[in-house]
């Protein structure tokens, strides 16, 4: 597998997005660009050189493809950006709160005009496996992916575990065109502020769960170093960075 640090590692929503601390920060290694709402088209030059392989979109996007107003620009540039920055897949947050899946119709009717952007802009489009409130992520995004082939899924242990589906996101196969690594414990789900738990740190086998996936490609550990005043937690960012080695073996 191909193993990835966030740089969602070292900056935070909403307090430290400054794509200054991408450079100051993040260590050696292949990268998943975290995209924030409030960046435009300036980091592509700030940025560039940074050997970034896969990108998340802003979150808020799929909270906009439900309502009557979908942010359909806003992803155009997330596309734009990681494209011109080396990435070759985009993630994205088919739905999100307020509305969660509840409207997922709706969400699923504009799926075919983002992935003609991502078409545009030589990336692949990947929905990824997050919570949800009326229906389960599996079964989301299996609709997304009958509702146009070209979907493609990215799978997060950490929310496939919340739901039960951790081992059923095996059967996808083909589908899978990223994973997203984190451990789970329920006591630890859900609190605040957010916590991502390494592996190790919860009560997912992870170890075993990669090794049975079909699938040989990019793998993002998603944690964060960033404490409350934004400081980076170097012994934190360590561990991460020794756990990515050790996958790539």
């Given at each position: 597998?191909r ?15 400054d794509?200054a601390r991408?450079r ?8 998943e660009?975290s995209?924030?709402g409030s960046?435009?088209e300036?980091?592509?030059?700030e ?15 799929g909270?906009t ?20 920055l080396g990435a070759g897949?985009?993630?994205l ?5 307020p509305?969660g ?8 009717d504009r ?5 003609d ?6 990336v692949?489009l ?7 409130t009326a229906?389960t ?5 299996l ?11 990215t799978?997060d242990?950490?929310f496939?575990a919340a739901h039960?589906q951790?081992?059923?996101a095996l059967d996808l ?6 994973v997203h ?15 991502y738990?390494?592996p190790?740190?919860?009560e997912l086998?992870?170890d075993?769960?990669?090794a049975r996936l079909?699938y ?6 998603e944690m964060?170093?960033v ?6 937690d170097?012994?934190?960012?360590e561990?991460a960075s020794?756990w ?6």
């Amino acid at each position: 597998m191909r193993p990835l640090l966030p740089t969602g590692s070292i900056t935070r929503n909403p307090d430290y997005t400054d794509h200054a601390r991408i450079r100051q920060f993040v260590p050696q290694g292949e990268l998943e660009l975290s995209i924030y709402g409030s960046w435009n088209e300036s980091v592509i030059d700030e940025l560039q050189g940074l050997p970034f392989v896969t990108a998340h979109a802003d979150k808020r996007t799929g909270a906009t493809l439900s309502t009557d107003e979908p942010d359909i620009a806003r992803f155009a540039l997330d596309c734009r950006i990681a494209r011109e920055l080396g990435a070759g897949l985009v993630v994205l947050h088919l739905w999100e709160l307020p509305d969660g899946d509840r409207r997922l119709e709706r969400n699923l009717d504009r799926l075919p005009a983002l992935l003609d952007l991502a078409d545009e802009h030589c990336v692949t489009l990947a929905v990824e496996t997050i919570p949800c409130t009326a229906g389960t992520p599996i079964d989301n995004v299996l609709r997304a992916c009958e509702r146009d082939p070209r979907c493609r899924v990215t799978l997060d242990t950490e929310f496939l575990a919340a739901h039960g589906q951790l081992e059923a996101a095996l059967d996808l196969g083909d589908l899978i065109a990223h994973v997203h690594v984190k451990d789970f414990h329920p006591d630890v789900w859900n609190t605040k502020p957010r916590r991502y738990l390494l592996p190790g740190e919860g009560e997912l086998e992870l170890d075993g769960f990669l090794a049975r996936l079909p699938y040989a490609g990019t793998v993002t550990l998603e944690m964060s170093a960033v404490r409350d005043d934004g400081t980076i937690d170097a012994d934190r960012l360590e561990t991460a960075s020794a756990w990515l080695h050790k996958l790539n073996g």
